[in-house]
């Protein structure tokens, strides 16, 4: 079968063939008398394999060894093409990624898509002083998509440079509440704490609602911000958490700042007192732990909290009584 023909049914051109016998691939079998290649059945054969080869990904050098090296083995090679594969589709991934940021910017030129791919360069620099201008500079100066500054903000380990993200998408509005939704269900606890801060710092209606939601999620450090937040925001839905988190010692003077905010609505202030009464009430509860607790009340206004303080005066426990009585002069002189 004359080259031409071997084009044909193969679908390799020409003068890929004559390439194959320059390197000695695939020689043809025989010539005509005219001097044009002839190949055989067995000819055509090897190039339907080197053909299949190739369509792994493997190179002509690698192809040839497969072909004519009796003792190749196929296990190392496989295992390295399978490497780059990943490689390249990572590759490619992260191209498609930033093109389809730089098309939620919706450029309305090639001077804002060069802006757009330099700050997006910017957002994952080494050096924490350009992430952080960056940040600043994708609300002042070049939009960037939300995709991106959450990304960003769900894998920042500096502090400044967080808090710039945050406030960046904090002044995004609502897009990113989906994907800071889904940082909260991550797997990796760095990751539910960073969605958890940048939602806190989102001031709409909508992450409100998500961070009510937070308050059953299964990671604690997570109910703990949400908490937090929602003080702030006067829901009262928090108080129990923030209660707890008195009694633990965990973040107890925020969180009794927060039981103060909530208990400026009338509503609030005696179910807070009670709530505090009930955990000093209870016989487990440390000596240090019923301190804080009595500390907690001397910002919660109403009845309850008088009377409770006038008792706990008297406590058994010295601290909690010296504590208790300093708080009502301190009322008494308001």
């Known amino acids: 079968m004359l080259i031409g023909d071997v084009a044909r049914r193969s679908g390799v051109s020409a003068r890929m063939l004559r390439h194959y016998d320059s390197l000695g691939l695939v020689r043809p079998t025989g010539r005509t008398e005219a001097g044009y290649r002839e190949y055989s059945s067995e000819d055509i054969r090897r190039i339907f394999h080197i053909e299949s080869l190739r369509s792994l990904g493997l190179s002509l050098r690698e192809v040839r060894r497969a072909l004519d090296d009796p ?36 450029p309305a030129g ?3 898509v060069l802006q757009t791919v330099a700050l997006l360069q910017a957002l994952g620099s080494k050096s924490a002083g350009t992430r952080q201008h960056a940040a600043l500079s994708s609300v002042e100066e070049v939009p960037v998509p939300v995709e991106a500054l959450v990304e960003a903000a769900l894998s920042e380990t500096d502090p400044n440079v967080a808090g710039a993200l ?3 998408l904090a002044q995004s509005g609502e897009g990113g509440l989906t994907l800071l939704a889904e940082g909260l269900a991550s797997p990796v606890a760095e990751v539910r704490k960073r969605a958890v801060q940048s939602i806190a710092e989102m001031p709409n209606g909508a992450a409100t609602a998500l961070l009510r939601d937070a308050l059953t999620n299964s990671d604690l450090v997570v109910r703990r911000y949400a908490a937090l937040a929602l003080g702030a925001r006067g829901v009262a839905d928090a108080v129990p958490t923030l209660i707890d988190m008195v009694v633990e010692e965990t973040n107890d003077v925020d969180a009794a700042d927060a039981l103060s905010a909530l208990a400026r609505d009338p509503a609030l202030a005696d179910q807070i007192a009670a709530r505090l009464v009930d955990c000093l009430a209870h016989g487990t509860v440390a000596s240090s732990a019923r301190r804080r607790l009595t500390q907690a009340l001397a910002e919660i206004p109403g009845i309850t909290t008088s009377h409770a303080l006038a008792e706990l005066s008297h406590d058994e426990d010295r601290a909690v009584a010296l504590t208790a009585t300093y708080i009502l002069k301190l009322r008494d002189a308001r």
């Open 110 to 112: 090639w001077e804002d």
């Open 166 to 168: 945050r406030w960046a």
């Open 71 to 106: 003792g190749f083995t196929p296990s190392e090679l496989v295992d390295d093409l399978i490497r780059q594969t990943r490689e390249r589709i990572a590759g490619e991934t992260e191209l498609l990624t930033r093109l389809r940021r730089i098309d939620a910017a919706e």
